[in-house]
């Protein structure tokens, strides 16, 4: 079964800083990998999903990357700001039998404080 | 355009009674996912659909729990009896095949 490993398990930045979060995996036959974030008591927000094809994706300030060989994926946010404040959960897509499922980390829980 | 709706938002309920949980998916897209998050095990997912067929159920924790997708922009997830370590949020997410995912607000249960 796959393993989604989230480190650091929560961070917290003066603003400005630039930020790299990072997301492991144990199987690296994975079809997509999808990042999001979650406020308090709110649902998931897609940020970026990175095509099986495809090494990187850029939203605006965010960068996410993806090296299927090593199993890893690293999110990269400049300049942060006080609303970038949230949980980052990345998520793997399973291939062939499991092919639909998404298997989450356990988060980065992000503070950026002015 | 509305992203995916979920009701209620919030439901509290006896143990032992039944809940239902409702889901309208985006329009157009053909995949619907439900999926439960917990402090103790995070986001889990219980079942999916896809062109209102359920594809993968594993998830789906026991016998009291069970989804249906008349058509294609209506889920709902039934738990019977309710137990009050079902007590979670519950999400439903939807996507066009197996592409990026667009989750709902959640509903949050609370089982006494």
């Known amino acids: 079964k796959q393993e989604v490993t989230q480190i650091p398990a929560a961070l917290s930045v003066p603003e400005g800083e630039n930020l790299v979060l990072n997301c492991s995996f144990t199987d690296s036959a994975i079809y997509n990998l999808q990042w999001f974030r979650q406020d308090p008591g709110k649902g998931l927000t897609s940020l970026l999903l990175?095509?099986?094809?495809?090494r990187e994706q850029t939203s605006g300030r965010l960068n996410a990357s993806l090296d299927k060989s090593s199993g890893r994926s690293t999110l990269y946010i400049a300049a942060s700001q006080p609303g970038d404040s949230a949980t980052y959960l990345c998520a793997t897509f399973g291939r062939g039998s499991t092919l639909g499922r998404l298997y989450f980390g356990r988060g980065t829980q992000l503070t950026v404080w002015p | 355009d509305a992203g995916v709706i979920q009701s209620p938002r919030h439901e509290v309920t006896e143990m032992g009674q039944e809940v239902t949980l409702r889901c309208k998916p985006i329009?157009?897209?053909?995949?619907l996912f439900w999926y439960r998050q917990t402090m103790m095990r995070g986001l889990e997912l219980l079942i999916y659909?896809?062109?209102?067929?359920?594809?993968?159920d594993s998830g789906m924790p026991e016998d009291r729990f069970s989804a249906k997708m008349p058509n294609a922009s209506f889920s709902t997830l039934k738990i019977q009896p309710s137990e009050p370590r079902d007590s979670a949020v519950y999400f439903c997410?939807?996507?066009?095949?197996?592409?990026?995912?667009?989750f709902g607000p959640g509903t949050r249960l609370t089982v006494t």
């Open positions: 329009s157009g897209h053909n995949s």
């Open positions: 990175i095509q099986s094809s495809q």
């Open positions: 659909f896809n062109n209102n067929v359920p594809i993968d």
């Open positions: 997410a939807s996507s066009v095949s197996i592409g990026e995912q667009y």
